[in-house]
């Protein structure tokens, strides 16, 4: 990564360095074009939320299996697609879309026996949306999510988990992701904590900051209650005033060289670093010390669970953080490089074992937001890389999907209790208001009052693509 | 992953018709280089068929012409472009062609397929530049560069060119090159650093550690006599060369002794056990999955090789095949860890893919690996390519040999590589499927047919008996006998404790007098073992006085038979011999050797029993017992054996047990403890020996420029060709590929030395540029007049700031973050308290204490230090080079470790101990150059000073003991904590 990185570091003349510099390549009359200005940190138009929880299932959720009943599946079972009434389904202009990455890949191959349904399915709320029994607490809130089922990607294996953050398939050149873009264009609502934070295993690329800067990753978190953050205390004997002196020093002999060394991004990110981190020691710990919450709390994210604790515990941090001004916190669920949803194989097993993790302490962190007023102002989302085959692979698992998923949104000025979108009758592709993954992060900057294309920066031309379409169905 | 951008550009393109008539050259040829010529071009030509001219494309193939100029609609390139079925499809993998790129195909069509005439064929892949060998260009000539440039330039760049000239006459070889590039650039190089910066770069980066106050010292003042003047220059040499010359000596100087360094070795063994993918053994608990056990012997061969230059060439050689090479040579073995370390329990073909892709990624600069399933995309490589290099390896396995020392083999012992399977075949995977072995057709062992400049020379090597019986080693004997002495005084003071509880025993019991337990070893009788009925049931936790006689027995017993142990190792020892030496061996011995045994095997069944009756009258805990199976039956087990053994002794005859002194790896998770034991093959295949002689051969292209590459990415901080790890058609020629080659030939010249890399690299003039992107010096600001805070008003970026931000024409010096490694060893170094020592087992990684250098911590996916994981330590799978991340994170370990902040109390001790005045000022001041190497500025000076004094007043505040080393100490601190500590400038 190290040479990518670094080479679009120093070309830009962006990132956070790069806007020191560039301001001052504008005063001295360097290139640059002399329109373009950094954001101010503040929203373009009135923003409807603030903050967003991006929860993301590694792996590759079943669509049928949680917000996308498809009852043909079961009705046809065994059948090849040409044995259904929908073997008209299939269009090839859509499944030319996908561009494989591993050539002769076996993954997303067409697995073209229909596989029968593994949960059964009942309608949830006042809005009788059809929610998946693996998903018990998830159905019962449902009308505060707008489901969006007619999601498409075009990485048919798990690069599509970058291209669900970044918009772009990995073959790409690859940009920044959603979390990276946030962060860049809103200013912090609270200086003491870093503005962009991920929990969770990531394998992919973790430089979500790309040509904006290492200042525009993701600050990751272990949320670990014996540590919850490396060297957070001084173990040294020094005052927490000498400390603040240290780092003061620090900061100003920092910038002293920064006299010296203009234009050395390196240096300005580490100046900011700094900052954030003589914050951070104090604000971090106490951000995700849950022991303050009541038992009731811990109980809703199911903290007294060993199955729900894990994931529970990043969710009610999650909560703590946005409480505390944080504007995008990311939690990636399932380990292992691939992701542990990759249900290739003994997919009722699989899924209903990791549903049961993530599913309580979800639609817990949704009915905790919503009591203390912060769901009107922070947008969770839900999402994964693709869907899984209608069809079956091997005896009992299905394989990539990328024509047709599902995704779900809520809080922020998303309405609830919608559905958005459809897959056809074997939930294949996505046949009714289809949206690339690009319009969730089209929606988002939306409901932050960002417009995508006044971020853009000099020498880096974004692709329509990239912008997404706002998903003007899901909104209030 | 970035491999595949061309084909991403390709799905970019615009219909051409929208910017007006297609053009061949602009907008059909690119759709057809991405897509289609790895099969229709220059690789390969699939059904006959060439795509990569016009001519060629009007031409066709097997099936006919590809095309019919002005009509689109019956061509056959536009029929199998937009066929829809998959099976008629071009291109049959990845995406189809998009609409527009096929509408571009049939206007061009339309339009007649217009296309130049002159057009030539897609270059043989064999005339890629890297599959070349290196040849030394001519070295441009500073003087000539300089007057050819001047009519070209500006007025104003042209003086300055002059000037400059004339002050290059001297150019190195790799100044020469890289000047010649700037010219044509109007780049100008940015001045030399500030000396002591150039100090401290040099002497990080060659020992990983930073120049301490006296040589920061000593290298100023002898800087300052080599500049001072000399009376009356005798033959009139110019003064300015005479002071070049003279400093020349002064760095040429420091760098021989970095260069004699044997921390030289340990910083740049570190770099290589990244790009060779060190990692010591990790599995599931006490199960060993990955690499081996004490791997660290190929460590230390790392960095005793490059602390003695060993050339590169031998090096390879060594690693890939030191036991071909020197079989019986412990400290060439040790070279074969490169080998071993590849080890995996669960997967034979998971492992052989290991070391395919990074035996040819770190030496060949190839992605072999690409191959695996389907032939390469962009280099002639073909699958058949990577299972023939396979094969080279199919034979090896690992294992661990007795070293000098131990015969335990969990203490210590030599990880190394051998051949254990001299016949196993190797099939082709269809599509890279393990499960389909083309078993049709065996592979045979060979290197890409494209690079074979020569053929591999594959003779198997017969091994000398030691190297496949490693129980002939000499210190073999040593270990086993030190063992058996060990245990007999084991046995010796277990008998003495045995015999003070019998004494206490029966002192406490009314003293009966002591029946001798002595065993008469020999006799052969054994007492009978029934337990006195009539005893009284022992009160939990005392012994009763049979039962101390009885254990008493029992050690005695093992006391005799340990006595016998020695005996029996000679002899055994000596039969071996006897009978590696000869085809004909002694019977006396082997016979004497069969008798030893049969007499230790009998004094062993005797303790046995001895044991077993024990067990019988003093049960051991009830916990103990459940799990143990039934005194009696053990006591009946022990009788039989013992039985034998008094039959075995009379006829010993002359089979005995051979001693071991090796252990194989396991191959896989259910292999016996029996199969283990079999005899290796007393010949190796050689054919690891051919590939690392084809790989260190003067004729291979690629070996010493990726060598080159990679020593260059490290002191440069950026590589001569972008990814290291590929040197395949998809690295277009590098800007500087004259400069890469000229120092690979002169490296291959130089005995593949290291060293002499090294000293071309760092006494260049572009290695002593200073890292500034403009004019601002630091001399301006040292200016007593200047108030540094409006530095800002006077700096101008250089032009090249712009025209060349990406520096890849050299105008600068890149500056680099100090690796994990190196932050954590400058900083005990620093302070003081660095351990010197060289070399040894590891270290826990949790030893956080620890004065070792960091690489001296056992690393593996589950070994990992805290502080060094911070800032992105090498992962062990696979690191070509390492990552810089900046993260608030690595701020707070820099802050609040223990590491750092005992460090800096050392530090500040240290400076105050060593400075002349204790004042503040002069304090600031050698803090600022041991720790910076660079001398303050004046708000820099004010702005520490009045941090002291608020340190000095805090401390006194919270009346800390000594504040005035208190505040010292957080000044340290805080200048650690500088981003010019971190970096290296």
Redesign the interface.
Known sequence: ????R??FL??S?LGFGGLALGT??AR?G??LESSWRPPTGLPHFPARAKSVIWIFLRGGLSHMESFDPKPALTQYAGKTFAETPFKGIDD?ERR?????????D?NGQQRNKVYPLQVGFAPGGKSGIEVSDWFPHLRASVDDLAIVRSMWTTDDNH?AQIQFHSGR?????QEPTIGAWVNYGLGSLNENL?QFINMGPRFFDKRDGRYLG??Y?A??LVIDPREP???????????S???Q??????G???R??A??????Q??D???K??E???R??MAVPEAVNTESETEETKKLYGLDQAGTKPFGTQLLAARRFVERGVRFIQIQHGDGAAGSWDAHSSLKANHSTLSAQVDKPTAGLLHDLKRRGLLDETIVVFATEFGRTPGSQGSDGRDHHPYGFSVWLAGGGIKGGIVHGATDELGFHAVEDAHYVTDIHATLLHQLGLKGRKLEVPDRKR?DLDYGEVIKGVLV | ??F??L??LA??VLPASAAGKVDYLRDVKPILAARCYSCHGALKQESKLRLDTAESIRKGGKHGPAIIAGKPAPSLLVKKVSA?SLDERMPP????LHAPQIATLREWISAGAPAPKDERPESDPREHWAFKPPVKAVVPEARAIGEGAVGKQPKAARTTTSVRASLITNLSPLDAFLEAQRRTQNLNAQPPAEPSLWLRRVTLDLTGLPPTREELAAFERDLSVSRSPIPAPASGVDEQVRKREGESRVRAAVVERLLASPHYGERWGRHFMDIWRYSDWWGLGAQLRYSQKHIWHWRDWIVESLNADKGYDRMIIEQIAGDELAPTDPATLRATGFMARNYYLFNRTTWMDDVVEHTSKAFLGLTMNCAK??DH?YDPLTTTDYYAMRAIFEPYHARLDELPGTADLEKDGLPRAFDLHLDRPTYIHV??DEKKPDTNRVIAAAIPASLAFKPLVIAPVPLPAPAHNPALQPWVLTNHLLAAEEQITVARQSVETAQKKLTEVERASGARTPTSAAPKPDAGVRASAVAPAAAPPAPAATTTAEQARGALKAAEFTLAAAQLRPAMVSAVWNADASRAAHSRSNSNLLAAAATAEAKFKLAQAQAELAKAELELIAPATEAKKKKEPDAEKKLKTAQEVLAKAQKAISAAGTNYTSLRATLKAFEGPDESEAHRQLPYPTTSTGRRLALAQWLADRQNPLTARVLVNHVWTRHFS??LV??VTDFGRRAAKPVHAELLDWLAVDFMEHGWSLKHLHRRIVLSEAYRMA????S?S?RA?ERPDSK??S??HS???SPA??TD???KFYWRMN?Q?MDANVLRDSLLHLAGTLDPKLGGPTIDAKREDSLRRSFYFTQSPEDLN?FLE?FDNANTKECY?????????????L????L???A??KVAERLVKDSESASDEAFIRTTFTTLLATTP?P??KK??AD?LA??LA??QE?K?AQPEAKARA??V???L????F??IR
């Open positions: 990564m190290n040479p990518t670094r080479s120093t070309r003349g001052m390549l001295d360097f290139g090839a030319k879309r996908v561009r494989v990455v591993v050539v002769n076996a690069g398939h990995m073959l790409d050149v870093p290492p200042a990753d600050v990751p953050l490396a060297y957070a205390r001084p173990e040294g004997d020094i005052s005033a000498e400390q002196m240290q780092f003061d020093l620090v100003k002999l920092n002293l060289k006299t010296q060394y203009p234009g050395d390196a240096l990110a580490r100046i670093s700094y954030l981190a003589y951070m020691q692709l | 992953m970035k595949i951008a084909i991403a799905g970019l829809h993998e990845g995406e189809p399933c389907h995309k599509k890279g950026q590589p972008a990814n890292s500034t992107y403009g601002v630091v600001s540094s805070l530095l800002s700096l101008t970026l700031h712009t931000p990406e520096n500056s973050r805290k911070m080079r390492r990552d810089e991340s900046i993260l608030p994170q690595q701020a707070l370990a802050a609040n470790s223990k750092v902040s005992t800096a109390a500025t708000a820099e702005l520490c941090s608020q340190f805090a401390a919270r800390s957080a000044l601190h805080a200048l904590n500088h981003n010019d971190i970096t």
